[in-house]
């Protein structure tokens, strides 16, 4: 479950951080606890270390289970390689692994419907291999989501994303998946 409110929050910068950054934090309240107060608040003043320990714990279990940087850059490779039958297959395939229902779209807009305990998500694929994405493929892919009232939308891009892209995507709730969710959700893709 994504947590999308703590996004800006220091706790969500510190989620998107290396690991041991939240915990050098923690040690630092802790050292500073017991430096600076008397003995018997010594357990008030390391209670404040909690929320970064449990951080920590959270971004390394989640970084440990990233893909690492040079399987992100096979599996971009190998699917910047492949033609759309294959890479629709691919992409189908890893969503159903993940425990998603997926029916393919037929039209513009968007590519797969996803459907996972009721909430329906819609997916934009077909132009993953483009150099830069613009707003336009966005706005069709929302008006779609309005039309079929879709939860979630989500955009599939290899390549650079503008910043009006980036801003339209922002301000209407799509998400992308780049090469390193990509790289993660076509786990089982040989590189």
Not at 2 to 10: L, P, R
Not at 70 to 94: H, I, K, L
Not at 138 to 144: C, G, H, I
Request: proline share 5%.
């Amino acid at each position: 479950m994504k947590f999308k409110a703590f996004n800006d929050s220091i706790f969500g910068a510190l989620m998107r951080s290396p690991w041991w950054i939240s915990a050098v934090i923690a040690l630092v309240f802790i050292v500073g606890a017991i430096a600076g107060l008397p003995k018997e608040y010594w357990a008030v003043g390391v209670f404040g270390a909690v929320p970064f320990l449990v951080i920590a714990v959270l971004a390394g279990w989640r970084q440990a289970r990233a893909p690492s940087a040079s399987r992100v850059d096979a599996v971009a490779a190998a699917v910047a390689a492949m033609p759309w039958p294959a890479f629709a297959s691919a992409v189908q395939a890893g969503f159903e692994r993940d425990g998603c229902q997926v029916e393919r779209l037929d039209g513009g807009g968007a590519d797969f419907a996803l459907n996972k305990g009721g909430h329906v998500a819609l997916v934009s694929a077909r132009r993953w291999k483009a150099a830069r994405t613009g707003v336009e493929p966005l706005r069709e892919l929302q008006a779609v989501r309005e039309r079929l009232g879709a939860r979630e939308a989500v955009y599939i891009a290899l390549g650079d994303i503008s910043p009006s892209a980036q801003a339209y995507a922002g301000k209407h709730g799509i998400s992308f998946m780049a090469a390193p969710a990509l790289a993660k959700l076509l786990r089982g893709l040989k590189g």
